[in-house]
C-alpha cells in the first residue's frame, strides 16, 4: 500500500460494479464521472500540512508533510510538494521514502503535470505524468537493486483526468451536501483509479485531542483495467474522509478499515504560510 500523497490519501478500496464490455460504447462507470465546474469552495491560501500514518491510532507508521503555495512566480497556479517515510517498526518492515509535486490552475482545477518519486529497500521509482486535454501521458523510470534502470511510456485517453492534489481541490470546492456524489478518474502514478466520494453528513470530528467541526465522507476507490473495467480490493472494508466544515476545508483524518483494523493518516500540524 502507498503511502497518502495527496492533502487526503487516495484509500484503495473498491466496491463498484465492472465495466460494460468492449465494443458497448463507454462503460457506466464513465459516463457517471463529475464535469461541473469548480465550486464556490475552489479558493485556498497558502498552507503546510503535517499528517501521521498509523495503526488503530496506537502504533505510528509514517509522516507525511505537504504545501500548497500561490504565491509569487506561481501566481495563477497551485503548486503542490509532499513528502514522506514509513517510520518506527513499520520502516524496520517496510523502508520506504517518497517526493511528489503537482502542478494545478487555480482556475479550472485541473492538473498540468505530476511527478513522483520512490524509493523502497531494493528499488526506486520515478513517475511523470502531462496532463493533456483529451488524455494523460505517463513515464515511468525504474532503478532495481543492481542499478539496472528501465523506462516505460503508455498513455490513458481521458478528458477529465485528475492526479492526486487537483482532485483533492476538485473535491472540496463542491457543495458537498449531505448525500451528493462524485465520481473521478485519478492518476497516483502510472495508472488510472476510480474514486467515488458520498456525502454522509455533518458531525463533530475529534483529531489530536482538539475537535472540528467537519464534514464526513465515504470513499471508494478501483484500479481502472486496460479493458476499462475496475479492479476490486476484497481485503479491504470501506475508506472515511473528513474534512473541515469551514471555508477551507482541510483533510482531517482518512481511515481506511482492512480486515485486521483501520490505517489512518491524521493531521498533526497547519502552518498558513500567506
Known amino acids: 500500500m502507498k503511502i497518502p500523497l495527496s492533502l487526503f490519501a487516495l484509500p484503495l ?3 463498484v460494479a465492472p465495466a460494460s464490455a468492449q465494443g458497448e460504447g463507454p462503460p457506466e462507470w464513465m459516463e457517471n464521472i463529475t464535469r461541473v465546474p469548480p465550486g464556490d469552495h475552489a479558493n485556498l491560501r497558502s498552507v503546510a500540512l503535517e499528517y501521521t500514518l498509523s495503526w488503530n491510532n496506537r502504533i505510528n507508521a509514517g509522516r507525511v508533510e505537504m504545501s500548497v503555495d500561490r504565491s509569487g512566480s506561481n501566481k495563477g497556479k497551485f503548486v503542490g510538494n509532499a513528502t514522506g517515510k514509513s517510520t518506527g517498526f513499520a520502516r524496520v518492515l517496510w523502508p520506504y521514502d517518497f517526493r511528489a509535486r503537482s502542478i494545478v490552475d487555480e ?3 485541473r492538473p498540468l503535470a505530476f511527478q513522483l518519486s520512490e524509493r523502497e529497500r531494493n ?3 520515478a513517475y511523470d505524468i502531462i496532463f493533456e486535454p483529451n488524455r ?12 539496472e534502470t528501465e ?8 478528458g477529465f483526468g485528475h492526479d492526486v492534489l487537483s482532485s483533492a481541490f ?3 470546492s463542491q457543495k458537498l451536501d449531505q448525500g451528493d456524489e462524485l465520481s473521478m478518474v485519478v492518476s497516483p502514478f502510472n495508472k488510472p483509479y476510480l474514486a467515488e466520494f458520498k456525502v ?3 458531525e463533530k470530528h475529534k483529531v489530536k485531542g482538539k475537535t472540528y467541526d467537519a464534514i464526513k465522507l465515504d470513499a471508494e476507490v478501483g484500479k481502472i483495467n486496460s479493458d476499462l473495467t475496475i479492479k476490486s480490493y476484497d481485503k479491504i472494508k470501506r475508506s472515511t474522509l473528513w474534512i473541515t466544515n469551514d471555508e477551507y476545508r482541510i483533510p482531517l483524518e482518512l481511515q481506511t478499515h482492512i480486515a485486521v483494523g483501520f490505517i489512518s493518516a491524521r493531521l498533526d500540524d497547519l502552518k498558513w504560510l500567506e
Open 13 to 15: 478500496v473498491c466496491a
Open 107 to 109: 482556475d479550472s482545477l
Open 123 to 125: 528499488e526506486s521509482n
Open 136 to 147: 494523460q501521458l505517463f513515464t515511468t523510470t525504474s532503478t532495481k537493486k543492481n542499478n
Open 151 to 158: 523506462t516505460a511510456k503508455s498513455r490513458f485517453k481521458f
Open 170 to 172: 476538485y473535491l472540496r
Open 200 to 202: 454522509l453528513g455533518r
